[in-house]
């Protein structure tokens, strides 16, 4: 991936990732922002993810992890996960293709290390 295309991935992840960890937003609302930067599969998964389970309501940092010719990952940090973010790249445009929750090196709650807000069979 182009540096340009990269950065324009960066900005995606992080707007998609804003929408995503407001789970106090009424579910249609919440499901028109993050459909809006996703994938038509994860679009599909998110259907059946319940907003409220999301762990998270601030972004804290968006880091690049690696990058192809089509795809580029970041590990996101938010207030309650972490999460590993992959952006596909397609006739110029850049949308999230999965998401999953990364395990943490130290304690962040005490609730469970996973992300109950990640829908399941996201991940690549």
Same mark, same amino acid.
């Given at each position: 991936m182009e540096p340009s295309a990269a950065a324009k991935a960066r900005? &995606? &992840?992080? +707007?998609f990732v804003t929408a995503w960890a407001h789970p106090r937003w009424p579910r249609t609302k919440w499901l028109a922002q993050v459909? !809006?930067? =996703?994938? =038509?599969? /994860? !679009? =599909?998964d998110l259907e059946t993810t319940d907003p409220?389970? #999301? %762990?998270a309501t601030t972004v804290v940092s968006v880091t690049a992890e690696s990058a192809t010719d089509t795809d580029a990952t970041f590990l996101v940090v938010t207030d309650g996960a972490r999460l590993r973010v992959v952006a596909r790249s397609s006739g110029g445009r850049s949308? #999230? !293709? @999965? /998401?999953? =929750? #990364?395990? +943490?090196?130290g304690p962040l709650t005490p609730s469970s290390p996973s992300s109950p807000g990640t %829908? @399941?069979?996201t991940s690549s």
């Open positions: 900005t &995606v &992840v992080t +707007r459909t !809006a930067d =996703a994938t =038509a599969e /994860l !679009a =599909a409220r389970n #999301v %762990p949308k #999230v !293709a @999965s /998401l999953e =929750a #990364v395990r +943490r090196t %829908p @399941s069979g």
